[in-house]
């Protein structure tokens, strides 16, 4: 128990290997506990407890194989149901990470997976748009969560700081076929005084929060997220760029995510649609004001105005003001066919929504 505390300070303090250190001895010491009790299968549930134990450090400490035969031998015993069901947790999360392994995929918690499924997502192929397009997604909310998380005002205008742009690097693993899924590894800064910012491991710091967000956005948890993004431009930054990596619900499914922590695996998959995240409506005091809806190409856009520029299919031309937390859509929309979405009141045209 001491050498696994040991282990939890070091990794909260960033002391990889001091954790990994001070894990294995703990996982020696378990195993060796475990063991002892091997054949006494009447001793539960200590027995069982401890086999979990000893198996959850080997896991921790990348021993798979090892790991796992000792989550079977606590399954061989007589281990109370809840233990039991504990156990064969653990033992799918060890055939997951083994199978990753295998494929040359090391999925930790500084590592997210993504996956695509529906009818664009072929036997190792999807259609090029739906990948490119929430790729360059993904780019966007990790460096919008880096610069919040810093504490920095939300971005309005002018290049990434260098700085979070060089720690956050995005490497792709080689696709894997079935519902198209690919690793996503971020990239540290070797300088770490740059870093300083961040508590711990600044990298699995933007991602796990990354992860959480979008699970809330996906479970309609908005009250929630607003807690967690108290900024109003980062909020609305945020919600229209996860509107967008958002499943369609026929040419994409679901999006998929897993990311790896101490332990366990934890994933979840992206179901609700684009189509539930907006529902225009006229706010109470707003008179005259008008919610319309045109399609056309999005053709001139100026940063000093915060206005974009649509040419509408029935004729005429647009200007309309985008806020502050929607301009980053905005740029991946440029000379495409969309559908616009704004509030009309009097000659002002205010932005609500833009997609494809």
């Known amino acids: 128990m001491q050498y696994a505390q040991d282990a939890m300070v070091a990794k ?23 063991m002892a009790l091997l054949d006494d299968f009447d001793v ?14 080997a896991f921790e400490c990348g021993q798979y194989r090892e790991a796992e035969k000792l989550a079977s031998l606590g399954v061989a015993g007589d281990p109370p149901s809840d233990i039991a069901e504990e156990l064969r947790n653990l033992l799918e999360d060890i055939n997951f990470y083994r199978h990753l392994e295998l494929n040359g995929i090391e999925l930790m918690s500084s590592e997210m997976q993504i996956s695509l499924a529906g009818s664009e997502v072929a036997y190792g192929m999807v259609a090029a748009d739906e990948y490119d397009e929430r790729t360059k997604i993904i780019e966007m909310l990790t460096y919008r969560t880096a610069e919040r998380k810093r504490g920095d005002s939300y971005r309005t205008a002018g290049k990434i700081d260098p700085v979070i742009k060089n720690s956050f690097r995005r490497y792709y693993s080689a696709p894997r076929a079935a519902s198209f899924a690919v690793t996503l590894r971020i990239g540290k800064n070797s300088n770490p005084n740059q870093l300083s910012f961040f508590k711990g ?14 699970k809330l956005m996906n479970e309609s948890r908005e009250d929630e997220l607003r807690e967690v993004i108290d900024d109003e431009d980062y909020y609305q930054n945020f919600v229209s760029l996860a509107k967008s990596l958002a499943p369609d619900g026929q040419r994409i499914s679901q999006v998929g995510f897993t990311i790896y922590r101490p332990g366990r695996s934890e994933r979840f998959g992206f179901v609700r649609k684009k189509t539930d995240f907006f529902k225009p409506q006229i706010e109470p005091g707003d008179g005259d004001a008008e919610i319309i809806t045109i399609t056309g190409v999005l053709r001139g856009a100026d940063a000093d105005t915060s206005k974009i520029k649509i040419n509408a299919d029935e004729g005429g031309i647009y200007s309309i003001k985008v806020p502050q937390g929607m301009r980053d859509i905005v740029k991946m929309y440029w000379e495409e066919q969309t559908k616009v979405t704004f509030r009309r009141k009097g000659k002002r045209l205010t932005l609500l929504d833009l997609d494809k």
């Open 12 to 34: 909260m303090i960033g002391d990889e290997e001091a954790a990994t250190s001070s894990n294995l001895q703990a996982y020696e010491l378990e195993k060796q506990a475990a």
């Open 44 to 57: 539960e549930p200590v027995r069982s407890l401890l086999f979990r134990s000893a198996a959850v450090l």
């Open 201 to 214: 491991d600044m990298i699995s710091e933007v991602i796990e929060e990354l992860f959480e967000n979008l």
